[in-house]
């Protein structure tokens, strides 16, 4: 005899069964190193590129509602080094291959603990529903500007409000990355959502909420023109003696001045 024992749900599983309220979808941060513009601009795309974690597959990533992609520290960095980040928002979006609760290469290299490597990845894809952002933004952060500032529902409030049980282990083990405390190993990506399309994103006006690069690419008259034609909302950063780390909050700031000049409330 089979016994019928219920069995741990996917992350998917669970939110697609939950009521949880599907809360309003921040815009997408591409970030990438500066010395790309111009790629970018001379393909008038970002470009999708063959990916190291799902090999054999050219994908462009973005992180929901703010900039958490994050290269190892560089000491002393080229200003071509330095972070940018293209805002998006897409009035149809384009086709998504993957959606994780955290950055699937800090996951894939061991970046985080064993708690929540120890499952397979493929767990903890939310794909097939984009209604699964809103919902993991209220399991989780409870509204998109809690989920902005990093600021997670406790690990024990989320598992009394929802009822959790031992076999939902893969949906505590969520809860509990994100309030892990920042590190070098354990940074933002533990607590941010991951994106990915499988082809290449066309620079449009209407997908541009704004752009945020170092202050000295504004000294090149010719790009920044070009990027003021695909949108108003151009930030900058400066440049000062820091490490490569040193600079994302700065990008983050610039962001948040991104939301308000477009008008977003998160």
């Not at 990533?61 to 071509?80: E, H, L, M, S």
């Not at 809690?146 to 009394?160: A, N, V, W």
């Not at 940074?187 to 066309?202: C, K, N, P, Y």
């Not at 690419?217 to 949108?231: P, Q």
Request: aromatic content about 10%; some cysteine.
């Amino acid at each position: 005899m089979v016994l019928k024992i219920p069995q741990p749900p996917t992350l998917k599983e669970f939110l697609e069964a939950s009521n949880l309220e599907v809360a309003k979808e921040p815009p997408w941060v591409h970030s990438a190193s500066a010395g790309r513009i111009w790629d970018f601009v001379n393909a008038g795309k970002i470009i999708a590129f063959p990916c190291n974690v799902f090999t054999g597959e050219n994908l462009c990533y973005f992180f929901v509602g703010r900039p958490a992609y994050k290269r190892d520290d560089i000491t002393n960095p080229g200003d071509w080094e330095l972070p940018m980040a293209f805002v998006m928002r897409f009035p149809k979006p384009p086709k998504i291959k993957r959606i994780f609760p955290f950055d699937s290469g800090a996951f894939a290299n061991k970046r985080f603990p064993t708690y929540i490597t120890m499952f397979k990845i493929n767990r903890f894809d939310i794909s097939g529903d984009q209604r699964n952002i809103g919902r993991l933004i209220s399991l989780v952060y409870r509204t998109p500007t809690q989920y902005f500032e990093r600021r997670p529902s406790g690990h024990e409030e989320i598992k009394r409000e929802h009822d959790l049980l031992p076999r939902h282990q893969e949906i505590l083990a969520v809860s509990k990355l994100a309030l892990e405390n920042a590190s070098h190993q354990m940074d933002d990506r533990a607590a941010a959502i991951e994106v990915s399309v499988e082809e290449d994103i066309t620079l449009l006006q209407e997908h541009l909420v704004g752009i945020v690069m170092p202050e000295e690419y504004e000294r090149e008259k010719e790009l920044w023109a070009h990027l003021k034609s695909l949108t108003p909302n151009l930030e900058t950063y400066r440049i000062l003696p820091s490490s490569l780390h040193g600079y994302y909050a700065r990008v983050s700031d610039c962001v948040d001045r991104i939301y308000k000049k477009a008008g977003i409330q998160l």
